[in-house]
């Protein structure tokens, strides 16, 4: 156990140094992944949120009461236009952390990251959380906190192994998010969508055979999970980047709160979209 233990922490520490430069290797891009999604988002928070118009002693000249200045040496002559800002929303980012992502480390832990400093940059609080399952367990790890801001560098400590038990991983979510400081929530899964574990479904009363957790189980598992977490108040949406043929499998757990990317590009377009579409839901 000890020598696969140090071995193990060593792949880490290594996964850890590689997704930093990865980062640092494609910065010009990144750096523009970043700036159109904040933009986009900033947008559509000024298009959602209310503006209220105060008096004040500066700012731009009321021309309607300016004649106080002089007759009764009133000093409040000015307005200023405040913008509220967004406050009832928080975001949790989920990544599947299985060794199905073995091959995209570099690029999930970049995008976790573009995102989640994006909505840092926007004030709406984000936590990032990675999943795997081993030995029967589904572990859940923090790397990135609601509090935490400033500390987006630690979504690049993101390592994929083990399997991944996509319906357990949501109900965890569903209690992690119960500590969010707003009430809407939204959580975004990056993924691949294809639910696979090691451990067998138990029997239950729908079926009274024990079945393998993959395949159409697996998928229907997610679905269900995906359901209930939309009937509890919390909206679902993925950004997929698995293969063509996991297409249905994504259509059939997220539906249309789901966005396809192929390249790192097309990621504040995809992401902007699914954030955008709950904004906007929060103003009606």
């Given amino acids: 156990p000890a020598p696969n233990a140090a071995w193990d922490a060593e792949h880490f520490q290594q996964q850890r140094a590689k997704n930093r430069a990865y980062y640092q290797a494609h910065l010009a891009e990144n750096q523009m992944t970043l700036h159109q999604l904040t933009q986009k988002l900033q947008n559509t928070i000024l ?34 236009r405040q913008q509220s800002e967004l406050g009832d929303l928080t975001v949790d980012i989920l990544l599947d952390g299985s060794a199905s992502q073995n091959q995209q480390q570099e690029k999930l832990s970049t995008q976790a990251y573009l995102i989640a400093e994006s909505l840092e940059r926007c004030r709406i609080p984000v936590r990032v959380t990675a999943f795997c399952s081993v030995s029967g367990c589904t572990v859940l790890r923090i790397l990135r906190d609601y509090d935490q801001r400033g500390r987006n560098d630690t979504i690049f400590d993101y390592v994929a192994a083990g399997w991944n038990r996509d319906g357990l991983a949501l109900r965890g979510m569903e ?19 294809n639910p696979d574990d090691s451990h067998r479904i138990p029997p239950n009363g729908k079926n009274p055979i024990s079945r393998e957790y993959d395949g159409k189980a697996g998928v229907e598992d997610t679905a269900d999970e995906v359901r209930d977490l939309c009937r509890r108040g919390i909206r679902v949406a993925a950004i997929f980047m698995g293969e063509q043929d996991s297409v249905p499998a994504a259509d059939r757990i997220y539906g ?25 839901e929060l103003a009606n």
């Fill in 47 to 80: 298009l959602q949120s209310d503006v209220s118009v105060n008096l004040a002693r500066a700012g731009q000249l009321y021309a309607p009461i300016v004649w106080r200045s002089a007759a009764l040496e009133e000093e409040k002559v000015f307005v200023q």
């Fill in 175 to 193: 209690e992690l998010m119960q500590s969010a400081p707003a009430e809407k929530h939204l959580l975004l899964i990056l993924t691949d969508a």
């Fill in 256 to 280: 249309k709160d789901l966005a396809r990317i192929r390249r790192m590009d097309q990621l504040a377009q995809a992401a902007g979209r699914l954030i955008q579409d709950q904004i906007r």
